[in-house]
């Protein structure tokens, strides 16, 4: 008898940025934009660029949609899934590996400026805004303090 189960995909892998800064009260905030698509807030992401390791695929992805520099921790805090629309109207699930980006820069102008928005938020506001489930339950563990970020002095960084 042949085999009538469907196909199962893989899951699309792509890297993300988690652009971050310290503010003057101690608190941290973290950086969400709009997709291109559907004007949902979410973290910078895309795939890995052929050169790069997934740390610095994931800082080039922030400065493109995101208009921000800074320094990159090589090492993950976490992943998210999400359903990954293409141009063609298909979709297929994927997750995104997280890289905490601490921001050192702020660009006035970037190659993304037109087609997103960018907003400052704390993470509990991003965990509210944000449109992937999974990246929101992300979010409010590292407003419940469940996710740590390294300060960009202590990170085992990438520098611009």
């Not at 699309?12 to 310290?22: D, E, I, N």
């Not at 992401?45 to 080039?60: C, F, M, V």
């Not at 050192?104 to 509210?128: D, I, L, N, V, Y």
Request: glycine share 8%; aromatic share 6%.
């Amino acid at each position: 008898m042949a085999n009538t189960a469907p196909a199962i995909s893989a899951l699309c892998h792509q890297v993300a940025a988690l652009p971050w800064r310290r503010e003057a009260d101690g608190s941290i905030s973290v950086l969400l934009i709009t997709s291109r698509t559907n004007g949902k807030w979410m973290l910078p992401k895309g795939w890995p660029i052929k050169g790069l390791n997934e740390a610095e695929s994931a800082r080039q992805e922030a400065l493109e949609e995101a208009g921000v520099e800074g320094i990159i921790d090589t090492q993950a805090v976490g992943s998210y899934r999400y359903s990954k629309l293409f141009s063609d109207g298909s979709s297929t699930p994927g997750q995104a590996v997280i890289f905490p980006l601490a921001v050192t820069r702020e660009k006035k102008g970037w190659k993304e400026k037109g087609q997103r928005q960018r907003r400052w938020m704390s993470p509990r506001e991003a965990a509210e805004a944000a449109h992937e489930p999974d990246l929101s339950r992300f979010l409010a563990d590292l407003a419940a303090g469940d996710v740590m970020l390294p300060e960009a002095r202590e990170a085992r960084a990438i520098a611009l």
